[in-house]
């Protein structure tokens, strides 16, 4: 991917160096849909979704989760206190890191931009998240984000968050390698940013809340993963392969990063076996699909995964 012609987002706390948050570990609630990863340790991988131990979703509620009368809505979060004054490069521990860090800058402002014109276009104002980096852990309003948590976006303080180890992860231990992998993970984050803002977030937790099903292959949790991975594929098509700024192989780099973290494959990884009632992202091949749907269309309204009959 050639990004030396994206803008480059100032709109980062950079928290690398920190102390981060109390122990590491990862406490309070959940954010608004992550990329899961596998941990270290022998039982596997860690989700980040939907606010899991508060919300459930049914799949006779699925019909009702495009925003009312195609508005947009303001994600409703309060404006909170932010560092967001761009990369600082002095937490650089390498040159490979002082590269992906600067890329994953550059992704940020093309998202932003995109996005903005987007919603420009259909007479709505785009409010774009800020970028936590880090290392190791820190606080976030959805409980502390570690390695372990894989990136996330919280609704909460209307930020992302990602470790900036989770790529030497995807790298080591997914398979998953690339800058345009590492862009679609960003890309991804971005969003469930957007669905917070269309106001899809909203009316999922609300759809919920009334049922008891937060987790299975046709559930919200699901559709919401789904709809942010071909979302992140019409950014892909107009930032990116439109613009001129896709090189051969990244279109792969990206298929192969959304089948690296599919419900089944990291089910298997961990365990051994699949269990598609525990399913919350999606299978591999259904990431790889709704990206690559997003990414031929390049129309985020080809997206409606709440509306599709077959994941």
Same mark, same amino acid.
């Given at each position: 991917?050639?990004?030396?012609?994206?803008?480059?987002?100032?709109?980062?706390?950079?928290?690398?160096?920190?102390?981060?948050?109390? $122990?590491?570990?990862?406490?309070?609630?959940?954010?608004?849909?992550?990329?899961?990863?596998?941990?270290?340790?022998?039982?596997?991988?860690?989700?980040?979704?939907?606010?899991?131990?508060?919300?459930?979703?049914?799949?006779?509620?699925?019909?009702?989760?495009?925003?009312?009368?195609?508005?947009?809505?303001?994600?409703?979060?309060?404006? *909170?206190?932010?560092?967001?004054?761009?990369?600082?490069?002095? #937490?650089?521990?390498?040159?490979?890191?002082?590269?992906?860090?600067?890329?994953?800058?550059?992704?940020?402002?093309?998202?932003?931009?995109?996005?903005?014109?987007?919603?420009? *276009?259909?007479?709505?104002?785009?409010?774009?998240?800020?970028?936590?980096?880090?290392?190791?852990?820190?606080?976030?309003?959805?409980?502390?984000?570690? *390695?372990?948590?894989?990136?996330?976006?919280?609704?909460?303080?209307?930020?992302?968050?990602?470790?900036?180890?989770?790529?030497?992860?995807?790298?080591?231990?997914?398979?998953?390698?690339?800058?345009?992998?590492?862009?679609?993970?960003?890309?991804h984050e971005i969003g469930h940013r957007v669905q917070d803002e269309m106001g899809i977030l909203s009316k999922a937790h609300r759809a919920m809340a009334r049922s008891g099903q937060d987790k299975g292959a046709d559930s919200l949790s699901v559709r919401i993963e789904l709809q942010a991975d071909?979302?992140?594929?019409?950014?892909?098509?107009?930032?990116?392969? $439109?613009?001129?700024?896709?090189?051969?192989?990244?279109?792969?780099?990206?298929?192969?990063?959304?089948?690296?973290?599919?419900?089944?494959?990291?089910?298997?990884?961990?365990?051994?076996?699949?269990?598609?009632?525990?399913?919350? #992202?999606?299978?591999?091949?259904?990431?790889?699909?709704?990206?690559?749907?997003?990414?031929?269309?390049?129309?985020?309204?080809?997206?409606?995964?709440?509306?599709?009959?077959?994941?």
């Open positions: 991917m050639r990004d030396e012609n994206l803008r480059e987002s100032t709109n980062i706390e950079d928290r690398r160096g920190g102390s981060g948050g109390d $122990d590491g570990s990862f406490g309070g609630g959940f954010g608004n849909g992550g990329i899961p990863i596998r941990t270290g340790g022998g039982l596997g991988f860690v989700i980040v979704v939907l606010l899991v131990l508060f919300f459930g979703g049914g799949k006779n509620l699925l019909s009702n989760l495009p925003a009312d009368d195609n508005s947009y809505s303001q994600s409703g979060y309060q404006g *909170q206190q932010t560092n967001a004054n761009g990369l600082n490069e002095t #937490h650089d521990r390498s040159a490979e890191e002082a590269r992906t860090a600067k890329r994953i800058a550059r992704v940020l402002g093309s998202t932003e931009d995109y996005w903005g014109n987007y919603f420009k *276009q259909n007479g709505g104002t785009y409010n774009p998240p800020t970028l936590v980096i880090f290392d190791n852990a820190t606080k976030s309003a959805c409980g502390t984000a570690s *390695q372990a948590t894989g990136p996330f976006y919280c609704p909460g303080d209307g930020k992302v968050y990602l470790d900036m180890g989770f790529f030497n992860e995807m790298r080591t231990s997914l398979g998953a390698n690339g800058d345009f992998a590492e862009a679609y993970v960003v890309a071909c979302f992140a594929g019409a950014w892909a098509k107009n930032a990116i392969a $439109d613009a001129g700024n896709l090189e051969q192989g990244d279109v792969e780099e990206a298929m192969n990063a959304a089948e690296a973290v599919g419900d089944d494959r990291l089910q298997k990884r961990a365990q051994g076996y699949a269990v598609p009632d525990s399913f919350t #992202h999606g299978t591999s091949a259904q990431r790889e699909k709704w990206f690559n749907t997003g990414m031929k269309s390049g129309d985020p309204a080809s997206c409606d995964t709440f509306s599709a009959k077959n994941l």
